[in-house]
């Protein structure tokens, strides 16, 4: 991973970043001087009824390279662009500048070689748990044969836990069980990369600890490239090897990126027990802190 | 919980259940004992206009029309089975040809902005006219009753569903359509297994809807056209007998209500429970 912000200097990071681009490692996905300005409201019709609204510039001029099969969490503080970013690398979203490639080509709109997670899960709520994931098999692998087809769901309904609820309706499970469908559908498909926007911010902190661990078993078998959005200080810290810190919107930039240095396989009272772990910590709340604070006092301001 | 808990828990909600529908057949029965009493009363005492029927001879005739529904003797006097027959016909034709425009046209129209943006002139143009003033036309143009009943059933029950079905599809959750696009699904397998699905409880609701406004319609435009539950209460109001046209609004209501269930138990089919997610 490396990043080269416009100005170095406002970097503080316990990790100080070369400003050369060189980094060791293969790099799968590259951001280049990417920024996304959403078109603001103009026009006579909005202008008769004063509704027009400025352009707004949500990321500017980010640059970031991950490296194939690492595990990278982005945090920040809410509405800094966080989604923006992985929409862009999911292809859902367009880059309003810069170049964002993927294994060397530039990305051109969503793919199934990139596996989306959803915050809000997005099954069909007319398929049952075992047709939703067919679904998304079947779609990326069209000739695919029955019996082949049946071993890819089957083995993903094991991989994470959800045997015996196979012809269950998605309301029918609770918010736990829903996400772990949400992954197996993302797994499923086999993607090169799995990207992943708050995928267990809707859930009680209990729930969330048992799908963390689940994370980081599944992971641990399969290495994938994975991209992680999250609030959750301590989720990054279990399952990343890197930790991307963006500054408040608009403009969002990346502050610093982090290493976390523990080894893997993980568990969460090795990972507590590390010496690194409360100075990663530590700089982690300080930086949030300090942007979310800045977010409140602009808008008392 | 323990089985005997859960037991007696269930047993206590169906109790309540119960007693709701109890109280609630009482209230029924209690009610039209009394509406019929009045009327009966009421029109054996004259607090009514001239003409108006008792209560109990309007029965006999309902009974009696129940039990012969199906006779001929000539296009004046045809038992109500035959009228009924005739005008679920009309509709069910009329009904089918507007079903097969709409839904699939409604679905163009919400899917694509430019589709919405050049046929709403039509559909807020034709909308709020009245079914009954394609009459006239209908009949200049196919010189048939037949016909014309038909028609005048498609042009009605078309707004409805195609209003519906648009705005399902144009409102299916961005999330299923974002699914569908990281899978890099074929427009054609998102519109059949994404968006088609998603809009079925507004395309059924649609339906049922349309279904209402052609049985309502056929009545009013069967009394211009000489067959059909409209025309026997035509035809009754000629011969100034009032029970038979109260007879056939009972018949009209209770076969309503048929037509209208199937389409709620079509609805509670495609609910997936509870919506969302
Ligand atoms: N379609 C859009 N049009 C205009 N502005 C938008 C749009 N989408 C997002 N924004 C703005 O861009 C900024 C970043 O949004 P984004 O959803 O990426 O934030 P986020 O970091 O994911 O926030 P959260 O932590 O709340 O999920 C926000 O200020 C938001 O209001
Ligand atoms: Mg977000």
């Given at each position: 991973?490396?990043?080269?912000?416009?100005?170095?200097?406002?970097?503080?990071?316990?990790?100080?970043?070369?400003?050369?681009?060189?980094?060791?490692?293969?790099?799968?996905?590259?951001?280049?001087?990417?920024?996304?300005?959403?078109?603001?409201?103009?026009?006579?019709?909005?202008?008769?009824?004063?509704?027009?609204?400025?352009?707004?510039?949500?990321?500017?001029?980010?640059?970031?390279?991950?490296?194939?099969?690492?595990?990278?969490?982005?945090?920040?503080?809410?509405?800094?662009?966080?989604?923006?970013?992985?929409?862009?690398?999911?292809?859902?979203?367009?880059?309003?500048?810069?170049?964002?490639?993927?294994?060397?080509?530039?990305i051109e709109g969503p793919g199934p070689d990139r596996g989306m997670v959803f915050q809000n899960y997005a099954l069909m709520p007319w398929m049952t748990v075992e047709e939703n994931i067919r679904f998304a098999v079947e779609t990326v692998h069209p000739t695919m044969?029955?019996?082949?087809?049946?071993?890819?769901?089957?083995?993903?309904?094991?991989?994470?836990?959800?045997?015996?609820?196979?012809?269950?309706?998605?309301?029918?499970?609770?918010?736990?069980?829903?996400?772990?469908?949400?992954?197996?559908?993302?797994?499923?498909?086999?993607?090169?990369?799995?990207?992943?926007?708050?995928?267990?911010?809707?859930?009680?902190?209990?729930?969330?600890?048992?799908?963390?661990?689940?994370?980081?078993?599944?992971?641990?078998?399969?290495?994938?490239?994975?991209?992680?959005?999250?609030?959750?200080?301590?989720?990054?810290?279990?399952?990343?090897?890197?930790?991307?810190?963006?500054?408040?919107?608009?403009?969002?930039?990346?502050?610093?990126?982090?290493?976390?240095?523990?080894?893997?396989?993980?568990?969460?009272?090795?990972?507590?027990?590390?010496?690194?772990?409360?100075?990663?910590?530590?700089?982690?709340?300080?930086?949030?802190?300090?942007?979310?604070?800045?977010?409140?006092?602009?808008?008392?301001? | 919980?323990?089985?005997?808990?859960?037991?007696?828990?269930?047993?206590?909600?169906?109790?309540?259940?119960?007693?709701?529908?109890?109280?609630?057949?009482?209230?029924?029965?209690?009610?039209?004992?009394?509406?019929?009493?009045?009327?009966?009363?009421?029109?054996?005492?004259?607090?009514?206009?001239?003409?108006?029927?008792?209560?109990?001879?309007?029965?006999?005739?309902?009974?009696?029309?129940?039990?012969?529904?199906?006779?001929?003797?000539?296009?004046?006097?045809?038992?109500?089975?035959?009228?009924?027959?005739?005008?679920?016909?009309?509709?069910?034709?009329?009904?089918?040809?507007?079903?097969?425009?709409?839904?699939?046209?409604?679905?163009?129209?919400?899917?694509?902005?430019?589709?919405?943006?050049?046929?709403?002139?039509?559909?807020?143009?034709?909308?709020?006219?009245?079914?009954?003033?394609?009459?006239?036309?209908?009949?200049?143009?196919?010189?048939?009753?037949?016909?014309?009943?038909?028609?005048?059933?498609?042009?009605?029950?078309?707004?409805?569903?195609?209003?519906?079905?648009?705005?399902?599809?144009?409102?299916?959750?961005?999330?299923?359509?974002?699914?569908?696009?990281?899978?890099?699904?074929?427009?054609?397998?998102?519109?059949?297994?994404?968006?088609?699905?998603a809009a079925l409880p507004n395309i059924i609701a649609g339906l049922r809807i349309s279904m209402g406004i052609a049985w309502l319609v056929i009545v009013a435009a069967e009394m211009l056209l000489g067959t059909g539950l409209g025309y026997f209460i035509w035809n009754?109001?000629?011969?100034?007998?009032?029970?038979?046209?109260?007879?056939?609004?009972?018949?009209?209501?209770?076969?309503?209500?048929?037509?209208?269930?199937?389409?709620?138990?079509?609805?509670?089919?495609?609910?997936?429970?509870g919506k969302s997610e």
């Amino acid at each position: 991973m490396s990043l080269s912000t416009e100005s170095p200097g406002e970097s503080t990071g316990t990790t100080p970043q070369s400003e050369s681009a060189f980094v060791a490692g293969d790099i799968q996905v590259s951001m280049r001087n990417v920024s996304k300005v959403f078109a603001g409201r103009t026009g006579w019709l909005n202008r008769i009824t004063g509704k027009t609204s400025a352009d707004f510039l949500a990321i500017d001029n980010v640059n970031i390279d991950i490296e194939r099969n690492t595990f990278v969490s982005i945090i920040g503080p809410s509405g800094c662009g966080k989604s923006t970013l992985l929409n862009i690398i999911a292809g859902l979203s367009e880059a309003s500048a810069g170049d964002v490639m993927m294994d060397g080509q530039p990305i051109e709109g969503p793919g199934p070689d990139r596996g989306m997670v959803f915050q809000n899960y997005a099954l069909m709520p007319w398929m049952t748990v075992e047709e939703n994931i067919r679904f998304a098999v079947e779609t990326v692998h069209p000739t695919m044969s029955p019996a082949d087809l049946k071993d890819v769901v089957r083995e993903h309904i094991q991989l994470v836990g959800l045997a015996g609820a196979e012809r269950k309706h998605p309301q029918e499970l609770s918010g736990g069980m829903r996400q772990r469908v949400g992954i197996a559908r993302a797994l499923a498909i086999d993607p090169q990369i799995l990207l992943m926007d708050e995928p267990f911010g809707a859930l009680d902190a209990l729930t969330r600890g048992f799908l963390q661990e689940e994370i980081e078993r599944i992971w641990e078998r399969k290495r994938k490239t994975a991209i992680m959005i999250t609030h959750s200080i301590d989720e990054a810290l279990l399952l990343s090897d890197r930790i991307i810190l963006m500054t408040r919107g608009p403009a969002a930039k990346i502050d610093e990126v982090l290493d976390v240095p523990f080894d893997r396989p993980r568990d969460r009272e090795a990972v507590e027990a590390h010496p690194a772990y409360r100075e990663l910590k530590h700089e982690m709340e300080q930086h949030l802190f300090r942007e979310t604070r800045a977010v409140e006092a602009s808008r008392l301001s | 919980m323990p089985t005997s808990a859960m037991q007696r828990a269930r047993k206590k909600q169906r109790r309540g259940e119960i007693d709701e529908n109890v109280r609630a057949i009482g209230l029924f029965v209690l009610s039209l004992v009394i509406f019929l009493g009045f009327w009966e009363i009421g029109a054996r005492s004259g607090w009514f206009s001239k003409g108006m029927p008792t209560a109990s001879l309007t029965l006999q005739e309902l009974w009696w029309w129940v039990t012969n529904p199906f006779f001929n003797n000539g296009p004046n006097d045809l038992g109500i089975g035959w009228n009924l027959l005739v005008s679920l016909r009309r509709v069910a034709i009329g009904y089918l040809a507007a079903s097969l425009i709409a839904v699939p046209l409604g679905i163009l129209i919400g899917i694509s902005p430019v589709a919405s943006k050049a046929f709403n002139p039509y559909v807020q143009l034709l909308k709020p006219v009245s079914p009954l003033a394609w009459l006239p036309i209908g009949l200049y143009l196919f010189r048939d009753s037949e016909k014309t009943g038909i028609f005048i059933i498609m042009i009605s029950s078309i707004w409805p569903t195609l209003v519906n079905t648009a705005f399902g599809v144009a409102n299916v959750s961005k999330d299923y359509l974002n699914v569908a696009k990281t899978l890099g699904a074929s427009q054609w397998r998102t519109v059949t297994r994404v968006i088609i699905p998603a809009a079925l409880p507004n395309i059924i609701a649609g339906l049922r809807i349309s279904m209402g406004i052609a049985w309502l319609v056929i009545v009013a435009a069967e009394m211009l056209l000489g067959t059909g539950l409209g025309y026997f209460i035509w035809n009754e109001w000629n011969n100034l007998y009032i029970p038979n046209i109260l007879v056939a609004i009972i018949v009209i209501g209770f076969v309503g209500i048929l037509l209208d269930q199937m389409f709620a138990y079509a609805e509670r089919a495609v609910s997936f429970g509870g919506k969302s997610e």
